[in-house]
């Protein structure tokens, strides 16, 4: 079922992104990712979430953020991370890994929703 806005023309903005995240989460999983977590979210106000918490088959844990943007203007999906985004998405990884007794290897990717199809940024930022 697909949520509309509340003009009742086109899909709403959750909708739309829940999308993009299937679609990601999909092309993850064709290479090899096994999913841990969909949209973590640390409690309290201010927090972070966390779109898809996967992990390679190195065993890195991988934290994703999902980005979809129909546009392209001011640099498309995957440069609409900025440094706030960045340090909230830091934020709920390192209280995500709170529950492991031994820290993994972690890396912070990118998943962009182009016209083209996802355009997958490993490695993206670091928590650095």
Known sequence: MQFLKKDG?????????????????AYLQARGMRLLQRNYRTPGRGGGEIDLIMQALDGTVVFVEV???????????????GHIKQRRIIFAAQHYLLRWRRLPAVRFD??????AGPLWL???????
């Open 110 to 115: 990118v998943v962009a929703i182009e016209a």
């Open 9 to 25: 023309v086109g899909p709403t903005t959750k909708a739309r992104g829940d999308a993009g995240e299937d679609e990601a989460l």
């Open 122 to 128: 490993q490695g993206a930022f670091d928590a650095g």
């Open 67 to 81: 980005r979809k943007r129909s546009r392209t203007d001011h640099g498309g999906a995957a440069a609409s991370i």
